[in-house]
């Protein structure tokens, strides 16, 4: 059995590797590594730089995946469109389909695995307010992306989990943490998001951006990753309330920019 001075250098060994894995572009090298510091903390939390470095490695292996599946997304809704020989287009189709489930289950296995180490190790150990609000907002960002792949009764499960985890998480914030601290601008940021993506309700996502948002700059002092969150939160309301139209007078629907964890 490792000692405590033995698991405080696997620790530091392993946040030097996830560190050079993410300059090297290996995510899943990344993911791993942190996974190993989750699974091996023997006192205290993660550091704050420990908590980005687990969120970036699985946000960029699933966001690989994410991509993908968008891709194969568009594919699928071109080759519907297209005529001609009617059982190449149903087999086409067909093989298509079985692609986007293998990658469907992949996300569903990553997502799982995230929950896991959030539900058993890090949020039941959490004692500060920006830990806390953290890994429920990881939670739920990961819900978010759920919601995304998922269909019928289990696409309203997920959204429904999303919801709650992410009030569970605004509670706290709106409690304990000031309204210019990164975390609960992050929260405030990718909260709205969800509201305007996947539950369609641009009302709620805009009240929402445009609390965050005006509560934060009437405060003077502001941390550089505040400010750009701040500025995230701007750019989504001008957008969601202004819109863009073609030449058509067609609004054009604008991707919205949620936080993108920083070191």
């Known amino acids: 059995m490792a000692t405590g001075e033995q698991l405080k250098d696997l620790r530091e060994e392993n946040v030097y590797i996830a560190k050079l894995a993410e300059e090297a572009n290996r995510f899943d090298d990344m993911q791993m590594a942190m996974d190993n510091v989750v699974r ?35 594919i699928e809704a071109e080759q519907a469109k297209k005529k001609g020989d009617h059982e190449k287009r149903q087999f086409d189709a067909e093989k298509l389909r079985e692609y986007k489930r293998e990658i469907e289950l992949e996300m569903s296995s990553l997502c799982d695995n995230v929950f896991n180490l ?15 609000v953290f890994y429920l907002k990881m939670k739920a960002d990961f819900l978010r992306y759920v919601t995304e792949f998922k269909t019928g009764a289990e696409a309203k499960e997920a959204a429904d989990t999303t919801r709650l985890t992410y009030e569970s998480a605004y509670d706290i914030a709106v409690k304990e943490l000031a309204p210019t601290h990164p975390s609960r601008l992050g929260l405030m940021l990718n909260f709205s998001v969800f509201f305007y993506d996947i539950l369609k309700s641009p009302d709620h996502a805009c009240r929402l951006a445009k609390r965050a948002f005006e509560e934060a700059v009437e405060l003077e002092e502001s941390s550089k990753d505040s400010i750009h969150i701040i500025d995230l939160l701007r750019k989504n309301f001008t957008v969601w309330t202004s819109g863009r139209q073609d030449d058509a007078g067609i609004k054009e629907r604008t991707k919205s920019q949620e936080l993108q964890e920083r070191g």
Request: hydrophobic letters at 30%.
């Open 40 to 74: 091996n903390v023997s006192e205290g939390e993660l550091t704050e730089e420990e908590r980005i470095l687990l969120f970036r490695g699985y946000k960029n292996v699933f966001g690989a995946s994410r991509k993908s599946w968008k891709i194969l997304t568009s």
């Open 118 to 132: 959030l539900d058993t190790h890090l949020i039941p150990t959490s004692t500060t307010a920006e830990s806390k």
